[in-house]
């Protein structure tokens, strides 16, 4: 289950070391960039004012030490076992792409989304770490945001457009204008609610940020020394940033907000399986996209345990199946054998 939590982690990594590099380079005037879940906005704030009451100045370190843990986590993946897919779409042989590169921070939740439709459909794919200081794997592209999907050589743009060209491209199954219409309204919840309540339950209190963060100073490839300081000054970095989302996003009870989000899910769904029927929709797979990576942290477990939302999650888990996602040369190399696809993100 650990390798659920490692999406989650390397998102705050790469918001921690977004945050910590626009601080490293001002000069009299510090302002920080912090890469927001609500869709590729940055929130850039003047820090003047201190407002925060942290100091980043001094992170070049600190940079050098996520720039390890993030590459660490983009090379981790867990095996899991999960039950065989019941509600699977499956791809007509002649409509699969041949080779799909998704270019990601492996904790980005749009990137989740996107993710969760290759997965779902067995769409195998290869994924590019994104460095996101300086994003050099991102040099040929004008568009900077992530994710980024190239199919068979061509580019394609934003999670939401990624996904529904896609379903077009490979048979999407025939729906009513009023089963569209559903399906568009719930995506777009996705997108505009759900993925603001991540951060401030993720690190709602630091012993949730220095859990979450002991997934990093587990698997990253650090010395002692390193390994501390990851745990201890990510988590407080990842604790105050969190402070922010939650006031910018008008949350008073983060753990209340999420509760109601599962709820308003499952009033959604009204009794269905899916809230596509029998067979997941767009929006199941996005709702499921960005909650996986959460699933197994401190707060996805509260979640469950606190609202009806598990059997909607077990019924997605089993319908998405095991991750399509193919093996990095790097992970080939270490096993020293071709590596199962079975990976989780
Ligand atoms: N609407 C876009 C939003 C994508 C987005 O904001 N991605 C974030 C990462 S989660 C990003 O790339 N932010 C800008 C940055 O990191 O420079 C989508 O759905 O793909």
């Keep these: 289950m650990r390798g659920r939590g490692i999406a989650t982690i390397n998102f705050a990594v790469h918001r921690y070391l977004r945050a910590s590099s626009s601080l490293a380079g001002s000069s009299g005037r ?25 100091n980043f100045k001094n992170m070049k370190s600190d940079r050098k030490l996520f720039g390890i843990a993030a590459g660490a986590f983009s090379a981790s993946f867990a095996f899991s076992s999960m039950s065989a897919a019941l509600a699977k779409e499956r791809v007509v042989p002649e409509r699969m792409p041949e080779e799909v590169i998704l ?38 592209s004008e568009y900077k945001k992530l994710p980024v999907l190239v199919v068979d050589g061509e580019q394609l743009n934003d999670s939401t457009a990624i996904i529904t060209s896609l379903n077009s491209r490979l048979g999407a199954p025939p729906m009513s204008e009023e089963q569209r219409k559903e399906e568009d309204q719930w995506r777009r919840w996705v997108d505009d609610h759900l993925v603001h309540l991540l951060s401030p339950n993720i690190y709602r209190s630091t012993s949730e940020a220095l ?31 969190s402070k922010r989302l939650k006031k910018k996003h008008n949350i008073t009870d983060e753990r209340a907000a999420l509760y109601e989000a599962a709820e308003t899910w499952m009033t959604a769904l ?27 942290l401190r707060a996805g477990e509260d979640m469950v ?30 096993m020293g054998k071709p590596v199962q696809s079975t990976v989780t993100s």
């Design 103 to 140: 270019y990601q921070y492996e904790a980005c939740p749009f990137c989740n989304k996107v993710k969760a439709f290759l997965d779902y459909h067995d769409v195998p794919y290869r994924v590019v770490e994104v460095n996101p200081v300086g994003k050099k794997e991102l040099k040929w």
């Design 30 to 54: 510090v302002s920080s960039t912090i890469v927001d879940f609500s869709g590729g906005s940055s929130i850039v704030k003047d820090d003047r004012d201190g407002a925060y009451g942290h």
């Design 270 to 296: 009204g009794g269905r399986r899916f809230l596509g029927g029998e067979k997941p929709n767009l929006a199941d797979l996005a709702v499921f996209g960005v909650l996986r990576p959460i699933r197994h």
């Design 305 to 334: 345990k606190n609202t009806n939302i598990g059997v909607w999650y077990k019924n997605m888990e089993e319908a998405v199946g095991p991750s399509s996602r193919l093996p990095s040369n790097f992970q080939m190399a270490e």
């Design 211 to 241: 859990e979450a963060f002991d997934y990093i100073a587990e698997n990253g490839n650090f010395s002692t020394t390193e390994r501390f300081t990851a745990k201890y000054v990510g988590a407080a970095a990842m604790y105050f940033i």
